[in-house]
């Protein structure tokens, strides 16, 4: 029986070729379903917020930092125009800056947006250059 494969006429199904040979019993990966209290738990043990963290300003204040997924830009413009306002009284904006040029974080860190931080990261990589 001919089929057509992308354009093609091909003498194989691709019913019956084999595909990638199984894996032995131990290297399967397990199929057990982890609760959300669980998961929760996994990801604070493997994320570990940096010293500087807790003399941050912003603690405390994500929404301001971290915008909604819907907002106007008049609304992203005075909630940015804030979160600086925030950033400029912290102590620790220089790490705070470094960590997410680093990381390539999102929202406002260090006093920059993200747009800020990736004309600060083409302009190093030009002089670097």
Request: glycine residues 6%.
């Amino acid at each position: 029986m001919r089929r057509r494969v992308g354009g093609y006429r091909s003498d194989v199904s691709s019913r019956n070729s084999p595909t990638a040979a199984p894996l032995p019993v131990g290297l399967r990966p397990t199929r057990s379903r982890v609760s959300p209290r669980v998961a929760l738990e996994r990801t604070r043990r493997r994320w570990r917020s940096p010293a500087w963290a807790e003399q941050a300003a912003c603690a405390g204040q994500t929404e301001l930092f971290f915008g909604p997924a819907i907002e106007t830009e008049r609304e992203r413009l005075d909630r940015e125009r804030r979160a600086l306002t925030v950033c400029a009284t912290c102590p620790v904006l220089a790490p705070c800056r470094e960590h997410a040029r680093q990381f390539r974080e999102s929202g406002i860190w260090g006093g920059e947006s993200e747009y800020q931080r990736r004309a600060a990261l083409r302009r190093a990589k030009q002089t670097s250059s």
